[in-house]
Every structure is written in C-alpha cells, then in structure tokens.
C-alpha cells in the first residue's frame, strides 16, 4: 500500500528554523516534493528531490534519504507569511500520479 | 490569464442537480488532473488525463465524468451528487515527462452538496 506520514501541526516562533518531516512507504518511488498551500489558497510547488542529499533554494531546503524512506523541509528566518499548510507528495510510478500526505499545518507567531 | 484558473469558485448545488467544473491551463502543459481536497484527508486524485487520453481513474464514482476536449481544458461534470461529495476540487497540470514534472494548481472550486 501507499503510506505518508507528516505530523499534523507545528508551531514556531518568527526568525527561527523549523523542520517538517515526512516518511513514506510506497510501492515504488520516482520523486518527492513539497508543496505549500495557504488557507483557502492552491498547493504551490516548493521542492523537489529525486536524489539522496540536500536541494537548497532561498529559505528553503528539502532533504532525501530513499533508503530510509525519509524526507524533511526546512524552513529558515521564519516569516509570518510562512504560516500555511506544507504538503509531502510521493511520484510512486511513472510521471503523473502522486500520493499526498495529509499536510502539515505550520503556525508561525511573532 | 496565466497560470491554471478554475471556475466557479464556490458552488453550491441539490442533490439531483447536474453541473460543471471548468479548468483551463495557460501554460502549455500536456497532462491535466482532477484531485479532491476534504478536511483532515489527503489530496486524493481522482483522474489523469495525459496527451488529452485519460490514464487514471482512480476508483471514483460514477457521477463524477470527467471531459478533456483539448490539452488546455478540463472539465468534470456532476450529477446526483451525495453530501460527502462536498469538498474543494482542484484542478492541476504538468508536462507528462518534464525533469520533475511538478504540477501546477488552480484555485479550486468550494462545492457544497446539500
């Protein structure tokens, strides 16, 4: 079966790191991505990794580990507007079809 | 218009109604999607259309029929909808073999089935 599993709700204070992790178990495995969704808003694209290692774009990076099955999204100098749901998507086979975790909801306070 | 717009945005609609979904890409992208988003769920996606051909149907009911008359729109036609069918349907489009084939999202259409 397809399993992503993603705590459902964090909170951090602004200017500080958080990290948003995310395990999966699926059936196969062709890509991993963040997206960020905003209340009442679409999923935006954030990151994607295919490969074992760290992809750094801005204030965010995206870490993989295919033989743990383990994804983190890292999130520096915590802003207010970072406060929004952060999705974990599993490519299980093919170029079309991802599986979503249920999201992680991030509360940044001031 | 950029981006992937959908229309309506809130629907609101009777149990034996009939109506329409409309999604419509301007990014040149050749695969469309239909996903369901309900509270405390998972994105669960329901079809794919690749190259304007439908490859994934993803045991959804059949009151749901989806329509892609050209890689640039997407419809998804509802009849006799249940209230659980309530939720925001996204729609989303991506290259079918780019280098991360990320999907891009439309906005969403808020439907209340009562």
């Known amino acids: 079966g397809q399993n992503i599993d993603q705590p459902t709700e964090m909170t951090a204070t602004e200017g500080a790191i958080v990290q948003i992790n995310c395990t999966y178990q699926t059936s196969g495995f062709n890509g991993l991505f963040w997206y960020q969704q905003h209340a009442g808003e679409a999923p935006t694209f954030l990151s994607y990794n295919v490969l074992d290692g760290l992809e750094e774009k801005g204030r965010f990076s995206s870490f993989l580990s295919r033989s743990k099955g383990y994804s983190y999204l890292l999130l520096k100098e915590l802003q207010m507007k970072d406060s929004a749901s952060y999705l974990c998507?599993?490519?299980?086979?093919?170029?079309?079809?991802?599986?979503f975790g249920t999201g992680t909801r991030l509360l940044v306070s001031p | 218009e950029t981006g992937v717009t959908q229309t309506p945005r809130h629907l609101v609609m009777g149990m034996t109604n009939k109506k329409s979904l409309k999604c419509e890409q301007h990014?040149?992208?050749?695969?469309m999607y239909w996903y369901k988003q309900s509270a405390k769920k998972p994105l669960e996606l329901m079809f794919v259309?690749?190259?304007?051909?439908?490859?994934e149907n993803n045991s959804v009911p059949s009151r749901f029929s989806p329509e892609c008359p050209n890689s640039s729109h997407l419809f998804l036609h509802l009849h006799t909808l249940q209230p659980e069918d309530s939720a925001l349907y996204l729609c989303?489009?991506?290259?079918?073999?780019?280098?991360?084939?990320?999907?891009?999202f439309g906005p969403g259409t808020r439907l209340t089935v009562t």
């Open positions: 990014l040149g992208h050749n695969a």
């Open positions: 989303a489009s991506s290259h079918v073999r780019g280098a991360e084939g990320e999907q891009y």
């Open positions: 259309y690749s190259l304007e051909e439908r490859v």
């Open positions: 998507a599993v490519r299980s086979t093919g170029f079309q079809k991802l599986v």
